[in-house]
């Protein structure tokens, strides 16, 4: 006979656990503490097991009988209810620990064995588990794109825009990590495009009169700072390449009798190595700073030791000694100097862009100008040392 809830209710313990029936292998198990637990026993593949829904009367008569109709379904269909049930805790389980916090470490981790450079797995790192922290713990699944939106909105209105617009990339770059190991099914920044302000552009400030720059030429030269450091300014305005590339690089890296400087792929922006036409005027100051490196380390080492390199600031603050703010000139700058002068000079736009190591989007064409245009731009760094002579004997 089926059990009525008065039945379930009254249901007193006794000296032994005890079974109360409800039909088709549901019964209501009653221990000898009074607690009463709902559980079905049926057999599979010749086998008998018992499958528990929970205590009674947190799960009603009426809900374990769903229950048990639900288990009868999976055994028409030949599945064992109590493997499904394994199943879904597992799954759950997973679910529960495919956070988001957890994808950005194994993103990180991806990162630096790709060898990315220190800066960018700083940054990376700086914006996942700093900016990025409200996601931390939530199933990377459940996050929407109105959550990721909410927390973006409020960096932007502080004022930081370019954060937020990177930060969203890095976010995206997770769940791209997490679909392609079937951990998420959709990418939701991807409604976002369009949704954050752009960033205001300053620009890098930058002298582009040939005759100011000259001035900022000789300044450099007369600088009465640490030699390194001079050396660096002015072989920065040589060789074109960005100040963090002369900064970190290293004695090795130099074929003074082939005049080549060979820059590694990890220490160049766009991850692919960089080979850089050592003109007269380049290796001569390389000559004045030899005598200050040790003689496999840096080229152009900091005041404070031989074993570290100048400072990030150091070529920016030795300009503001010299007497130019940072809203004439930078040190990144020198290559908008240079890209400048030397287009409207009607130079070949496609050498010149070698020249910066600026990645061509076509991968073919990328290839071609690396293997074809290395004489031209030799000549053509040849030139611009000898413009920037010129420029200087002028004054």
Same mark, same amino acid.
């Given at each position: 006979?089926? &059990?009525?809830?008065f039945?379930?209710?009254?249901a007193?313990?006794k000296?032994k ?7 088709d292998? &549901?019964?209501?198990?009653? *221990?000898?503490?009074g607690?009463?637990?709902?559980q079905?026993?049926? $057999?599979?593949?010749e086998? =008998?097991n018992i499958?528990s829904f ?7 008569? +009426? ?7 639900q288990a ?13 049930r394994?199943?879904?805790?597992i799954?759950a389980?997973t679910?529960?620990r ?15 064995e790709?060898k ?7 940054k990376t790192?700086?914006l996942?588990?700093? +900016? ?5 713990k939530?199933?990377?699944k459940e ?9 973006? *909105?409020?960096? =932007? ?9 990177? &930060?969203r ?12 190991t ?6 939701p ?7 954050l ?10 002298i582009i009169d ?5 001035r900022?030429?000789?300044?450099i ?12 300014l @002015?072989?920065l ?11 970190g690089?290293?004695?090795? =890296? ?7 400087w060979?820059?590694?792929a990890?220490?160049?922006?766009? $991850?692919?190595p ?9 290796? $001569?100051v390389l000559?004045?700073v030899?005598p ?10 900091s ?6 390199? #100048? ?10 000694r010299?007497?130019?703010s ?9 290559r ?13 736009p ?6 910066l190591?600026? *990645? ?15 004489? *031209?731009?030799?000549?053509?760094? @040849?030139k611009?040392?000898?413009? &920037?002579?010129? #420029?200087?004997?002028?004054?």
């Amino acid at each position: 006979m089926p &059990l009525s809830d008065f039945a379930c209710k009254n249901a007193k313990p006794k000296d032994k656990p005890y079974r109360l029936a409800d039909g088709d292998g &549901l019964y209501l198990f009653v *221990q000898k503490s009074g607690a009463k637990l709902w559980q079905l026993r049926y $057999r599979f593949l010749e086998k =008998e097991n018992i499958l528990s829904f929970g205590k009674y009367p947190v799960v009603s008569l +009426l809900d374990a009988r769903e229950k048990r109709d639900q288990a009868k379904r999976l055994l028409v269909a030949s599945i064992n209810p109590s493997t499904k049930r394994k199943e879904e805790k597992i799954a759950a389980i997973t679910e529960a620990r495919t956070t988001f916090g957890l994808i950005a470490e194994e993103y990180i981790r991806r990162l630096a064995e790709r060898k990315a450079a220190s800066t960018t797995i700083t940054k990376t790192k700086w914006l996942l588990e700093d +900016l990025a922290s409200p996601l931390a713990k939530r199933p990377i699944k459940e996050i929407t794109a109105a959550e990721i939106l909410q927390f973006l *909105q409020r960096i =932007e209105k502080s004022g930081r825009r370019e954060t937020a617009r990177r &930060l969203r990339g890095v976010i995206s770059s997770v769940f791209r990590l997490a679909i392609v190991t079937l951990r998420a099914e959709s990418d939701p920044t991807l409604a976002l495009r369009g949704a954050l302000q752009p960033p205001k552009s300053n620009g890098r400030a930058a002298i582009i009169d040939e005759r100011k720059f000259g001035r900022l030429l000789v300044a450099i030269d007369e600088y009465d700072g640490w030699p390194t450091l001079r050396a660096a300014l @002015q072989f920065l305005a040589l060789t074109c390449v960005r100040p963090g590339e002369v900064r970190g690089a290293t004695r090795d =890296e130099f074929d003074r009798e082939k005049a080549v400087w060979r820059i590694p792929a990890e220490r160049m922006k766009m $991850r692919v190595p960089h080979d850089v036409p050592l003109s007269r005027q380049a290796l $001569r100051v390389l000559d004045e700073v030899w005598p200050h490196s040790a003689s496999e380390g840096l080229a152009f080492p900091s005041i404070r030791s031989i074993k570290r390199p #100048l400072s990030e600031n150091a070529m920016n603050a030795a300009l503001r000694r010299i007497g130019y703010s940072k809203s004439e000139v930078t040190a990144h700058g020198f290559r908008v100097t240079a890209s400048t002068i030397l287009n409207a000079r009607n130079y070949d736009p496609d050498v010149i862009e070698a020249v910066l190591a600026h *990645q061509d989007k076509n991968t073919i064409r990328r290839t071609y100008n690396r293997a074809t245009y290395w004489e *031209q731009r030799v000549t053509l760094m @040849q030139k611009w040392a000898d413009l &920037l002579d010129t #420029l200087k004997g002028e004054l």
